[in-house]
């Protein structure tokens, strides 16, 4: 049997210097000019404007991708950004994070300035990226063709086959694959996209819907680290390919009891 090589394909682009859309993913040689094609075409029809620069990188993986499956995805029907940072709280902290790292995170997350990669913070909130302004990049993930049509199926029966619910789930998944990730906490970029989530591998990807006002044109991630090597972790998120291959259960709207009590068995 012949290896299979893989590509990873990532594209950005932006209107004078000022970034509008990315997407990525690990693909097969075969479909290549495919994709770039698609990821272009993204760039030119994005909502919030047409790209006047648009860079695309193709490269061949050197590595194999380590298959992974996806978390399991809930939403929570939190009210207003109130109760989503409540539900945060909750399930972070359950996992051993302290109150005092997650309102730092959310400090942060409101300050106004949107970096271009995630915050790492202790489960103490001390931050431990080496620059502070970009954050760590997680690069280098995707989803095999079979497992994208199930992702596709599952969340289409909650209306949430959408790119930016798919890569956040692949995002996540990759990132609590490490071991030293305890939890995440993201909130979009996007002024019009108010939904963000909490991840851990207890309890998978939650959805937090309301949890920014509508029109806020900042948003960030954070990831909550344990004791290990912070540079190994560093090189797992930027660099270790890694593709989704099975797709775990979509949930509907759930109560945080239910979230809280039912840990998900990963
Ligand atoms: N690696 C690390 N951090 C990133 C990356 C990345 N590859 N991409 C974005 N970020 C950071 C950066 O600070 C962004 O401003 C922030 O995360 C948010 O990124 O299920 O769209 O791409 O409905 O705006 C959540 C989906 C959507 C919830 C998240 O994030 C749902 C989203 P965005
Ligand atoms: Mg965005």
Redesign the pocket.
Known sequence: MSRKTWFSIRMRSAVSGVHISGAEGIYDKNVISNIVKEYTQRALIHDRGTADEIRLTIEELKEKPKHISSLPLYTLNTRNPETAKKAALEILTSVGITERAIEEAFKALDIGFTMRGAMLMNIEGVRLEPDLLRGIRVTRMGITDEAAKDLASKLGRLGLNNNTVKEALILASKVHKFRMVLGEICI???PKYTTGYVATRAHGYIRLPRIKKRGVPY?GRAFFITGGEVKDLIKYLQRTPVLIRTVKPCIGTLKLKDILEHKASR
């Open positions: 979009s970029d996007d948003g």
